[in-house]
């Protein structure tokens, strides 16, 4: 009973708050200012991978970094997530994951770096 009351009585007020906006011209000024978060909190690029394994080895070599606050790497679209305490380490990060193996960006692992991953990481076609 209460329910149905309340429901009725926001009714009401709804349709007074709509006339007094076509009265007034409510000028709720929606200055959109974009919120963006100041750069280098967070970051994404790319990592090539294949499996949980690569996600596991990704985000070790990401999180060696000092600075790195969380690195999370999705399978399905290669990117690395970071997150820094302070500055960004983007390419700090990048060097280490290509150093694990793990080609990101303009940094490549070498040869020797991918030749050492397990058969199934091995992203490149070759
Ligand atoms: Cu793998």
Request: glycine letters at 8%.
């Amino acid at each position: 009973m209460t329910c149905l009351f309340a429901g009725s009585s926001n009714i009401l007020s709804a349709q007074n708050a709509a006339h007094d906006m076509k009265g007034h011209n409510m000028n709720m000024s929606q200055s959109s200012q974009s919120a963006k978060p100041a750069t280098g909190k967070t970051d994404s690029v790319k990592v090539m991978g294949n499996c949980g394994q690569c996600k596991t080895r990704i985000e070790k070599a990401a999180m060696s970094v000092s600075g790195v606050k969380s690195a999370s790497w999705d399978k399905q679209t290669e990117m690395l997530h970071l997150v820094f305490t302070g500055d960004n380490k983007t390419v700090e990060v990048q060097k280490a994951v290509a150093k694990a193996g793990h080609d990101t960006g303009p940094y490549k692992a070498t040869k020797e770096a991918y030749n050492t991953l397990p058969g199934c990481c091995q992203y490149r076609d070759e």
